[in-house]
């Protein structure tokens, strides 16, 4: 009955079932919304005020139950027939998805159940109401649940597809609707609701079909989103929402698997990535959700490097404000394990136009979507990369690949901004602060760069500004390489300048306020830098000096570390102190007369200026003066500034003060009134008239003020003050008036006026024996000309210019012989800072009238000692005698000097426009000045020459600043007499005779000890001189570098004026070169070079003496702008070479290279030419010591990097070369352009070709100045490599200079040279390195030293030598000789397998050089273990150490190589193993010796030639296991032998055995190699030894 009713049942459902459809069905797993009564239209039940849910379903039911009844109900459906695969279904569905839109919504919104009192067990006890419904029945409540209906069906495998395409189909039909009037547009919400229902699907059924639907749905959005803001924004949602629905690979690219229909497959060959890329192309502000979607979509590596280099494309040309979208997204995505697309991702973010000037005008206004300006989107780019490249290792190593292999000149801005973004993160600030210093050293990063990459971009930066940036500029400025440091100046300026903010000013202010306290008295260089970017906001207009303001309290704590900075920082310390300090009242400041409106700052500064120069110590004083000088600068540049101001405004004459007053303003009288005040303090207490009552000849020499002259240091200070061009003309007049006067009144003497000659009278008289035209006027100087002074020194006036009339004489001895002690001491020393201090306030180059107004100087005669007093007889003066002597010498020489170093401005009269500043502007004739010029040279030398005897004789002379320098006690030891030694008596007894050759013995040993303390005393006592004179010479006032100039003047040429260029030279018969003038002015041409070219490890301000330094913070900046300041800011933090070039400039205007060059080509002609054989030894040693002078010259040039590493220096360099090389004076400019490297190469040609001829054209016996030679051609090499590109014509001619360095060197070794010359690896050596190094066959160079010089060194006498081919081979050169040989016959084996060594083409040939190169070992090894004599430690150590480099090399190369050529080659193979095998027993005796004699080198590189001996064993058996050879190894044990190869006795053996380790060399087993049967006899023989 049971089984019946069921069957009824059954067709009773199945009848009721055939007309069912989507709502039915759903009814039926209980969904209220599809009953039958509410299809009805009875929604009597349903909330009222509910819109946020959809359909209701039963009480019972649970979203779970729902899906599963779905499932079963349709699968009983299809499967009874009823429903065929559910296609009525299905067509319901998407009926009512795309026709009842209210429905639709429904089932888009979450369901809900009704609970009542009923039916409350249907319900969990923790179920929530969310809303009471309204009705009679309060206690009906809605439960929402959390799944909407379209979820659950879209678990259903069966509704999915369709309810999927249903869904996306609906989106353009909503998208081209309008909303209505009544209320409809509660659809709205339509399209979002369908988004958030179908994404995040556990799987999708129809990949394909949903991904087709989806490409057309987006496409048809696509074409009109521009026009509708409501397609755009369901676009954008479409977009976004796309990685989370097609979350399937499967649905990235879609294959034609469709073909039945034979369709053409342009739908199945459409992709997801295919769509957006045309997206994006077409709508350009769908880049960022485009970049976004393919972000997020689960792509293979292949894709994702396709999206990576569509990326790439894009970038190139997006607008601003997409790129950091696209930055991150390449950033994220790049494929990792890919170099090449790494390498492309980091070329193309370099190619980024990052900075404010890299930018059109078109940026101007912001074009991107969501607005926002250039910095907002570019401070978002620098979080992305930053963010990248922190978790990126393969893009950070990338980029910093990338910038360490571009060349200089070539760095995008790009690249500062990246490598602060790296530096973010801490993993990476090593590398990036490595790579910045190694840049700026090479000339990659610059300045320039730096400012063009990170000016103006304040905003942008603010996020790597405390990360990255600060630590940079920390970092770069405490490093000890020049560049960097410079390039830390310039980042500390600009973070200053574009980071406006307080805080972030005040992080810069306080870290370089930390470098300067931090560095004082220990890093000059970390202070000096850390100054200069003070002193370059301060010269940043006003803007400077009111942004630091705030910042006092910080800056006036460096007062505390004054004692300790040197001049130039405490100088540059008070001018940033007082342009700080500011005004009391700004408001104030255009008044030209408020002389007291400094801030409070400035009175505390005044306070400490006033407290030093009332000390009584010099060092004290000198702080208190620099900070008047600089109070002086600072008021009288805001008067200035304030002058031009009132000039550029055009103010009435009435507003404008002028002339006497201008002078009469408080400003200036507060300014002269400090000078004047400070000027007083310096001068001693005593008057200068008052004499020292108890000073006589006896005890006036005093050790003199050891601190030197305050008077002189201010003076000094003023010079480079007015040098500055920051006083206004009212103070300079005033100076010169003032110091002027004192000038001539303290340190000038006239002459009488004379009609005619006077006669000559008695002894004592005015006019004998003196030139009636220079007789003085003084009568204490004239009875000093006449020796009838009562110092009883004789005078005598010096140095006076043939054909000068002279009239006035410049005072030194009687300034020196005075018996008033501050005029000994104090008044001289202020002869030449006043005279220096005159000429620059007389220098129209510096607003002066002329130097023409002290030309007398240049001319006049000095009253010295006479001539006779510093000869001979020097020794027999007094010692207070001796002391005037000297330092009359001193101040002249200091004179002259001062002399020079001013007129040579005047003289040079290269460029028109020096001409307009030195020749009649003067006042002068500019040929007139250079011939005193060079008078005054002569009479600087001859100064020189009596100041190195005086002062080494004059022990209580010290120069100023210097503490006197003890004598060492050994001279003033007393000696006894000269002992007697007495006969033996005949007729003495024994014991007598006993006795007396005793005390005969003890009187021998005394006389030998007195006469080597005597022997000492001389050595102490030249030493000591020795040491005086170079103290005395150190402390003279420094030349000028532009003295350098005057080796142009026509005076010193070698070559007439009218002559020009070496085409001349033939033409021109010169018999002398060089003199001492010529050595001057090349010794000081070096010195200069060497000081603005090489690199130091320092950047201080001052290259050389602080006392002229042209980096002087007193000298104005001038801009009239903010980019002008930027401007100015990087000259002046610009590296050395800005200087360097512009004093390269000065000597090229005057020809100094191309005297260079005449020089050069006369030694040549002299050495080498026609008449070399007249040349006499004097002559011979003049040429020799001008040509080293030129050798040391021509070298500093070449081995600078600055004229090699940038653009400007290599146009530098050519232009040095044209007259260096050709003698070209005044064409040399005529083509100014970028030289080529092949034209620097051939100008380079010249000056090699005249240094070899120098040095090889002729004999000499000099073997120094041969060696200068061949230093000077290997930096032209150097040079022509540094300079040369990829080009096969630069590299020949680099080629061609190291085949000439190579002739020249192995020419050099077959001279002759005298005994006495010494020989050792500093020239013989080196000349065996260059000769090998660039040989051009440097094998058969290898067999020409071992065969014909190392082995034919024991055929000579005793192994002394010298070889006859090689006469510089000997005993004593032998060493250099052997580690040269074996060092290079190492890389010669290293070269030996550069090559393609699996070609059997080349097989055979490198196999015989390798058998020469064994064998070559082996003879060099036979040369100690036959020789005794050679076997030195050092040789063996060298044996040792190159051997083991030698055996290296042979099991890395020659192994593999025999493996792949054994078959052709085996037996070769064991031959060449055979003979290395020899060479290894020899290692073994040498490290078994060098245990035995407890030698500690030999020792220490012991264990790596053991290791490299055991691993020769290793890898030849391992080559014969491979080729199955084995039987050709057989294991024997080594005897315990010497160095000589003697076998060692049983008692030795034994004792090195308990000595070593265990394991000794001596008891090795190793592998031997069986070749011939004759050789096994010979191993035989020896394994058939005992073991120790």
Known sequence: TSRATQAQDLKRRQIQQASWGFKEALAECGVVEFASENTNGNDDDAPKSITVVGCQIDAS????????????????????????????????????????DEMARKMLLPLYRVRTSDNQNCFSQFTQPEETMDGDDDDNEIIVESSSLVKILLRVDVLQSTLLTALVQKLPELAASEDDDDGSSMNNDVPRLIFSNIRWLDHIVDTSALTMTFVECVTVLASSSSSCEKTRQILLDAISTLPDILNDYNALVVSNNDDDDGGNGEDG????????????????????????????????????????????????????????????????????GSSSLANEVIEEIRKLPLGKGNYDDDYAMDTSPNGGGRDDSEAVMIESLSRGFAHRSDLTSALLKAIKETTPGNHPPADIWLLACVATANHHKAKVKSIIRSKANNGGFTS???????????????????????????????????AACELGVTLYEILFEDFKDSMQRSDVVSSLVTHICSGVGVKEAEVDAAMRVFSCIIDNGNDGPRALRSFNPLLLGM????????????????????????????????????????????????????????????????????????????????????????????????????????????????ITEKIEKAYSKCQPVVSKSALDTNMTESNMVTTSNSSGSAAAFMLDELCHAVQGGRLVQEIRDWLDEKYQLEFEEMFVGDFEETEGAGQKGSKGAKDDGLDPQQIPTDPQDLAILNGTSGFGLPGELRFNIQDAESHVYVKILPILSSLTRNNREMLIQQLCPMFRLMASLSDERIGGGGLAEIDAMLECPLLMPSTESSGMEFEDLSATKQWVVTSSYFFATCWVRELVNNFIFAADTSTPQASAITSSSQGFDCKDVQQKVIERL???????????????????????????????????????????????????????????????????????????????????????????????LGALRPLDPQVCCAIGFDGLSVIPASAEGSQCLSQV??????????????????????????????????????????????????????????????????????????????????????????????????????????????????????????????????????????????????????????????????????????????????????????????????????????????????????ISDDSSDAKAATTSFGKKLSDVSHKLLKEHWPEETKMNKSNVGKLLTLFLEHSTDRMSSLTSLVNDVLLELPHTEKCKGPVENYPTCSSSSFGSYYTVVISYLWKQLVKLFDCDTKNPSVAKKMFETLAELIDFLQSLFDLTRENECLAKKAILLQQLKFGSKFIETFVAKAIPFFQVHFDQHQDTIFELIRRMQKNCRQMYAIIAHGKREKDANLAKEGPRAKKSLELFIHKVKSLLKKNRCMTAMWTKTLTAKDIDGSALSDEEGTTQSDDSDAGSEEEEEEEEVKVKDEEEEEDDSESDDEED
């Open 61 to 100: 039911s649970t979203p779970s139950a729902l899906r599963s009844s779905i499932t079963a109900l349709l699968e009983e459906m299809s499967k009874n027939g009823i429903d065929p695969k559910n296609e009525r279904v299905l067509a319901d569905l998407a009926e009512i998805i795309s026709t009842n």
């Open 269 to 336: 060959q459409s992709s997801i990535l295919a769509t957006l890329q045309h997206l994006r192309v077409e709508d350009p502000s769908l880049l960022i959700p485009c970049l976004d979607a393919v972000g997020s979509l689960p792509l293979t590596d292949s894709q994702f490097e396709d999206v990576t280099r569509d990326a790439l494309e894009a970038l190139a040309n997006v607008e601003r404000w997409a790129l950091p979208a696209l930055t991150t997204f390449l950033m994220n995505n790049c494929p990792q």
């Open 448 to 482: 320039q760069l730096l400012r063009q990459s990170l000016s103006g971009n304040g905003t942008a930066l603010t996020s790597l500004f405390s990360t990255s940036l600060c630590e940079m500029a920390d970092g770069l400025l405490r490093s000890s390489d020049n």
């Open 559 to 670: 007062l505390e570390f004054l004692h300790q900075m040197t001049t130039s920082q405490v100088r540059r310390l008070f001018l940033l102190l007082f342009a700080a300090g500011g005004e009391k009242n700004d408001e104030m400041a255009s008044g030209l007369g408020d002389s007291s409106g400094v801030g409070g700052a400035c009175d505390d500064i005044q306070i400490v200026i006033e407290k030093n120069l009332s000390h009584g110590q010099i060092a004290n004083k000198r702080i208190g003066i620099i900070g008047t000088v600089a109070y002086a600068v600072t008021r009288s540049a805001e008067l200035l500034d304030q002058q031009n101001s009132m000039e550029v405004e055009e103010t009435d004459a009435t507003c404008m003060p002028g002339g006497a007053a201008v002078a009469s303003l408080p400003i200036v009288k507060d």
């Open 938 to 1032: 002569k009479a600087l030398i001859d100064l020189e020459e009596e100041l190195r005897f005086t002062a080494s004789k004059c022990f209580v002379f010290s120069p100023p600043g210097l503490d006197l320098l003890p004598a060492p006690k050994e001279l003033y030891e007393v000696h006894s007499p000269k002992v007697d030694i007495p006969e033996y008596d005949p007729h003495a007894s024994k014991a007598q005779k006993k006795a007396a050759a005793a005390e005969k013995k003890k009187l021998v040993k005394r006389a030998k000890e007195k006469e080597k303390s005597k022997s000492k005393m001389l050595k102490v006592k030249k030493k000591h001189e020795e040491l005086l004179s170079t103290r005395a």
């Open 1069 to 1282: 018969q010169v018999t002398k070169c060089g003199g001492p003038v010529i050595t001057l002015l090349l010794n000081l041409l070096d010195k200069s070079l060497s000081d603005i070219l090489a690199e130091k490890k320092s950047c201080a301000f001052n290259s050389g003496n602080e006392e002229r330094n042209d980096d002087s913070p007193y000298r104005a900046v001038s801009h009239s702008s903010k980019s002008n300041a930027a401007s100015a800011a990087f000259i002046s933090s610009e590296d050395s070479s800005k200087k360097c070039l512009n004093l390269l400039q000065s000597y090229l205007n005057s020809g100094v290279f191309a005297s260079l060059h005449e020089h050069l080509a006369i030694v040549a002609e002299l050495r080498c030419g026609q008449n070399s054989t007249d040349n006499d030894s004097e002559t011979e040693q003049q040429l020799v010591a001008t040509a080293r002078c030129l050798f040391s010259c021509t070298r500093t040039l070449f081995e600078s990097e600055i004229l090699t590493r940038s653009p400007s220096g290599k146009l530098y360099l050519a232009l040095i070369l044209k007259q260096l090389g050709r003698g070209d004076r005044s064409g040399y400019q005529d083509s100014i352009r970028r030289p080529s490297s092949a034209h620097i190469n051939n100008l380079l040609v010249y000056v090699a070709d005249n240094v070899s001829e120098i040095i090889t054209g002729a004999y000499t016996g000099d073997l120094e100045f041969a060696m200068d030679g061949v230093l000077t051609i290997q930096s032209i090499f150097e040079c022509s490599k540094r």
